[in-house]
């Protein structure tokens, strides 16, 4: 069937509504807005900014910890102090290493953990707070429509194709069939955060990938209201040791928010030897040790939520422009890696993509040599400073946590150079170890039940996600060949789908096999339940074949991540 | 301008928004000095031409053939082809219903012309007549017009313009024209049945005093009728968890949980089901909950008033037995 689309001509579309999009949204319409005043021509329209957002609302989709170093969103919005929902400023922030039974805090806090000057913030109000900046300043901003697919002309990127609607679980219409949009774009920007569907394809197309390819962890959070007087609103604590071993690069965080509500989460590097190891149940297990069990003792599970992050640092920074498109936010790699922070890199990046774009729109020129003075004006801004120092710092974890903090030491007075430079990485999946090697039993571990107090298991937290999806839709992770499933994969790395998920969408269910000549007897058979999928894109980066491809759902779908 | 409106009718019935697209077509007209032939299709529709012929238009055109008398799209395409290429309009209306959705564009292609469909309005600017169509769900409207020469074909959704505004004629019945169309059974490929009215999902289980809901305990889809049984002995309506809706093992509207119906049943008997939260909020309002699992660990004894641990493929056979004998 040939699909005939609408087709729509914008100046500017961005792909996603988060800091980095929202950000590079305003920016822009803030420097239209000058430019139309000032009588110069051409005349531009902030209503020629085209915003796609795959949640059902603004910031539906935003988890993060969060700590906001403030400085970008004070370059973007010179009062924000006066309405943005900051929630509390950092008042005390600790180092806590924490062994079985004890817990200790560092008498210093080292530098990478300080947060003075910073806020707590629930990155899903801040972000809806500033959509609704931006759809004020006449940016139209589409909810519930996610980029399915990128259209080319002549090779440059030239506008993305919205994913279809009404297709049922076989991917034929039902009455409310409405064919994706074509949305053609002088310049198109790829926001879409972390492994962003549309970012990994072209990144592939066009070979954008920079020396290292780019490293991921996983965020697996809740939200608490506790006892009063348990924690006070803006003291954050890192912690770091149990329960992850020290093979392995991780750690968790506590922030006080106001109102005795508490964010607490584990942060895993996606690039562990075990294939069966279980970064949810890592975090329930975080939560039982006796530091956390008197924090949350009484206290109330509010919400959940789970996202991958991109760790990889400068050196995993794709090429960020192409003819038409540019690429900014956590989808390009802004993110401090030692210090785990990227909102304030996520705006900055969408800000300077603005003054790129402003540029193109005035001179009509969109191509890449245009673009390219987005790279310049990365490298002039404080994103290249905080991001060269720390150049080669997630790499050094690559083989553990003691050899990391060598590394680390060295990197420190060096200014970031350390014993390598460039330390190289590989894709973290490659760290998985096959089975056998693993001195392990090949039957299915334990899954992790919980106390439906303190801890739970995996259906109880993505309920509290709130996530939905319309079941009756074309299940959105391609798994490109589920023989591997049953056959290779179940030997040499026992399904690790059924792990790293942090939703429970997949599943190796056994069943009866009816085909000619098998007998009665049992196999295995992947089943993918995907109305559960939180978009963490998790599967998408540690499936050790690679075959899981992650694309959008019918717009609308996934977390409801209110008050994350 | 010529605009031909082409009115939809079942069965003598008439289907009301094309009352609505009429009236869009007499204000397009009296804005640009036009005329609006109504077009009426079917058999034995002269009360309906009648009708039409009240309204405050050039003419009615009737077109009769026995082989119109049930809408297929091939025959009501060869007849208005027809039709229009010998009224010649220059712009074409139809009210978006289904059977236009089914056939316009088809027409429109036979024709060689453009259709816009799903219309929620007009402008005119500077003279030139401009459609104006909702996209990205409502949030925002585009403006499409035509280039080149008629007939044009365009398309107006339900509640965009209204009936009651339809004009009457103010100089007593207009003339309806009866126009003959050449057509023939073996240009219709498709042949219609009977009509039938699609039954309401047969169940509504929020209505259901007794409930029989299986899960995953159940394992496969031949056992379905064991827990059937129980049902029917109990006069219970059969229900399920999402795992057993998924595998298309019981029909979705039988799910109960968040992603289903919400129920609160005088008894629910929960057959192999662990009572994970996104089930339990769709059931926990039910008076009296018997749960019958393996594990005794398993979540759905927290909330069961009576609860047995053991096998459920033990139980049911006996279950339902008892169950027959009781009555």
Known sequence: MTVQREQLEADVLIVGAGPAGLSCALHLANLIKKHNESGAKPELSTENIYVLEKGREIGAHQLSGAIMNPKALAELVPDFEKSAPLDTPVRDSAAILLTERSSFRFPLTPPPFQNQGNYVVSLNKIVKWLGALVEDAGVNVFKEFGGAQLVYENSAVAGVITEDKGLDKNGKPKDNYTPGYELRAKVTVLAEGTRGSLTKKLVAEKKLDNINPQSYGIGIKELWDVQPGRIEPGYVAHTLGWPVSTDMYGGGWIYGLANNRVSIGLVLALEYADPRFDPHAAFQKWKTHPFLRKLLDGGKLVRYGAKSLPYGGWYAMPRNTVDGALIIGDSGSFLDSQRLKGIHLAMKSGMLAAETIYQALKTGDASAKTLGGFQSRVEQSYIRDEMWKVRNFHQSFQHGMFRGFIHTAFQQITGGRGLIDPMRAEEGYKHNKKIDATKRSLNATERFKGDGKLTFDRLTDVYHSGTRHDEDQPCHLHVLDTNICITRCVEEYGNPCQYFCPAAVYEMAREVDRSAGAGETERLRLKINFANCVHCKTCDIADPYQIIDWVVPEGGGGPNYEGM | ?327
Request: net charge neutral; hydrophobic share 45%.
């Open chain 2, 1 to 327: 301008m010529k605009i031909l409106v082409i009115t939809e009718q079942r069965q003598a019935k008439w289907n009301n928004t094309s009352f609505e697209t009429l009236a869009a077509a007499q204000q397009i007209a009296s804005a640009l000095s036009g005329t609006v032939s109504a077009v009426v299709v079917g058999k034995s529709v002269d009360a309906l031409a009648n009708e039409l012929a009240g309204k405050n238009i050039a003419e009615v055109l009737q077109i009769e053939h026995e082989l119109l008398e049930s809408y297929t799209p091939d025959g009501f395409c060869v007849a208005l082809k027809q039709v229009i290429e010998s009224a010649k309009p220059q712009l074409v209306l139809f009210p978006h219903t289904y059977q236009v959705r089914d056939f316009a564009p088809k027409l429109a292609a036979m024709l060689g012309k453009g259709m816009i469909g799903d219309c929620v309005g007009y402008r005119l600017e500077g003279g030139r007549l401009v459609f104006v169509r909702q996209m990205f769900q409502g949030k925002t409207a585009a403006d499409v017009t035509f280039l080149g020469d008629g007939p044009w074909f365009a398309s107006f959704q339900s509640g965009s313009f209204r009936a009651d505004q339809v004009a009457a004629s103010e100089g007593g019945a207009k003339p309806v024209k009866r126009v003959t169309v050449e057509l023939k059974a073996e240009q219709i490929r498709t042949k219609p049945l009977e009509l039938f009215k699609e039954a309401k999902s047969a169940v509504d289980l929020t209505q259901a005093p007794l409930i029989v809901a299986v899960g995953r305990g159940i394992k496969a889809p031949e056992n379905i009728p064991q827990a059937e049984a129980v049902a029917k002995a109990m006069g219970a309506e059969i229900a399920a968890s999402r795992p057993i809706c998924d595998e298309g093992w019981l029909p979705m509207e039988r799910q109960i949980g968040s992603s289903g119906q919400t129920v609160a049943p005088k008894l629910y008997l929960a057959l192999g089901i662990s009572g994970a939260i996104q089930h339990v909020v769709g059931m926990k309002g039910a008076r009296t909950i018997v749960a019958i699992n393996k594990d005794q660990n398993a979540p759905i004894f927290e909330i069961a008033d009576y609860g047995v641990v053991g096998d459920i493929f033990e139980i049911m056979p006996a279950l339902a037995e008892e169950l027959q004998k009781a009555k």
